[in-house]
């Protein structure tokens, strides 16, 4: 990804399910760790790709499901939560999360034409984030990707790339 070449001169807060432009005025949409607090994603993505112009594309982060943390939470019976935890208590407890076949699901029923999915260590809050990171980072190198990422990252395209 670029740096911008100039400062962001305008800010709009909106309702994501409710986009306040005009359709097809947007080339790239952003939604970081957005979806998985949605009402109703289907809702969100659609507006999304309604604002995108002809050969816009949307760029979602989500937590990645099958994180091998989670996977171990599983097998050894305890719980899977998705969220933050701060070092006491679990917060920020996510409505839904979507495996990579489900993203592409999703798209696709909204008319996206093209997806790719790539997995990544994003940075965490919490108290024990040099530790979190620094264990994925060598446990990426033990097991396969969508198992090794802690975030899954999805570039979807309105025309066929």
Same mark, same amino acid.
């Given at each position: 990804?670029?740096?911008?070449?100039?400062? *962001?001169?305008?800010?709009?807060?909106?309702?994501? $399910? @409710?986009?306040?432009?005009?359709?097809?005025?947007?080339? +790239?949409v952003f939604l970081f760790d957005l979806m998985q607090y949605f009402i109703s994603p289907y809702q969100c993505v659609c507006e999304a790709y309604r604002v995108l112009t002809h050969k816009g594309q949307a760029i979602i982060s989500t937590q990645n499901p099958v994180h /091998? +943390? +989670? *996977?171990? +939470?599983?097998?050894?019976?305890?719980? *899977?939560?998705?969220g933050n935890w701060n070092g006491k208590t /679990?917060?920020?407890?996510?409505?839904?999360? /979507?495996?990579?076949?489900?993203m592409r699901l999703l798209l696709h029923k909204v008319g996206f034409k093209h997806t790719e999915i790539y997995y990544k260590i994003l940075p965490t809050r919490g108290q024990d984030k040099r530790t979190h990171i620094s264990l994925d980072?060598?446990?990426? $190198?033990? *097991?396969s990707r969508p198992l090794a990422g802690r975030n899954m990252i999805t570039t979807a395209w309105? @025309?066929?790339k």
């Open positions: 990804m670029q740096k911008p070449q100039s400062k *962001v001169l305008n800010f709009v807060q909106a309702d994501a $399910h @409710y986009l306040p432009f005009k359709s097809s005025c947007i080339s +790239r /091998w +943390r +989670r *996977v171990l +939470r599983a097998i050894f019976g305890k719980p *899977v939560i998705l /679990w917060t920020d407890q996510h409505l839904q999360c /979507w495996t990579e076949a489900e980072k060598f446990v990426q $190198h033990l *097991v309105k @025309y066929m």
